[in-house]
């Protein structure tokens, strides 16, 4: 399997600008997280997904965020507007509770975003 | 949900074991613990995962006494590239959502 595929993997993007993060998870994968990580804050759960039903969104920061999975294979997060303070790495993550794993979530190598 | 502690930073040298103890006290029944190595530049990778006594892999053991309050993450003969931030992550079984990252561990591995 390919593993989770994030695009872009580096972005930079002008205060204001809305910001598009694209995710594919791994398939059959029934969960999908997007997480957050910064020096300041380490690795932050913004939101997750079930079955393409967004479940906990507690962790999203703002308004300006927002994620969508129109389907099991494909999620977005959206910034609008960006902000400076938004820069960080962004992981989009996928798990299955059918596998017998216990529930091993996998991570994507990232999207790099800048907001200058 | 279990909240991890880990110690923020160790050092060693190349060849030698090095162990790395995580503490949760409140797991739960359904939950699994799962270590992480995150290189710079690159996303978490899976490592290892149990539930209780030992588990080993490839790359790692893994020991769970049983009360399960702590695990201890064990990498044999470590060499320069083991240089990384580990996670140890207390996983729901049947909900991945309710698991939380703590700050990881900086291993550092000198020559």
């Known amino acids: 399997d390919a593993g989770v595929i994030q695009s872009p993997r580096h972005e930079v993007t002008e205060m204001g600008q809305e910001v598009t993060l694209r995710c594919k998870p791994i398939?059959?994968?029934?969960?999908l997280f997007w997480y957050r990580q910064t020096m300041m804050r380490g690795l932050e759960l913004l939101i997750y997904?079930?079955?393409?039903?967004?479940?906990?969104d507690s962790g999203m920061p703002e308004d300006r965020f927002s994620a969508k999975m129109p389907n099991a294979s494909f999620s977005t997060l959206k910034i609008q507007p960006s902000e400076p303070r938004d820069s960080a790495v962004y992981f989009c993550?996928?798990?299955?509770?059918?596998?017998?794993?216990?529930?091993?979530?996998?991570f994507g190598e990232g999207s790099w975003l800048t907001v200058v | 949900l279990a909240k991890t502690t880990q110690p923020i930073s160790m050092d060693s040298y190349e060849g030698q074991e090095v162990n790395i103890t995580c503490s949760h006290n409140?797991?739960?029944?359904?939950?699994?613990i799962t270590w992480y190595q995150q290189f710079p530049s690159q996303g978490p990778r899976f490592i290892i995962q149990?539930?209780?006594t030992k588990v080993t892999n490839e790359v790692a053991s893994l020991f769970i006494p049983a009360d399960r309050k702590s695990s201890t993450l064990s990498l044999p003969r470590v060499s320069l590239s083991d240089t990384a931030v580990y996670y140890c992550?207390?996983?729901?079984?049947?909900?991945?959502?309710?698991?939380?990252f703590g700050d990881g561990t900086t291993l550092t591995v000198k020559p």
């Open positions: 409140n797991i739960a029944t359904n939950d699994y």
């Open positions: 398939s059959g994968h029934d969960y």
């Open positions: 993550a996928s798990s299955s509770t059918g596998l017998g794993d216990g529930n091993t979530i996998y």
């Open positions: 997904f079930n079955n393409n039903v967004p479940i906990d």
């Open positions: 149990g539930y209780k």
């Open positions: 992550l207390v996983v729901r079984h049947t909900n991945a959502g309710k698991s939380t």
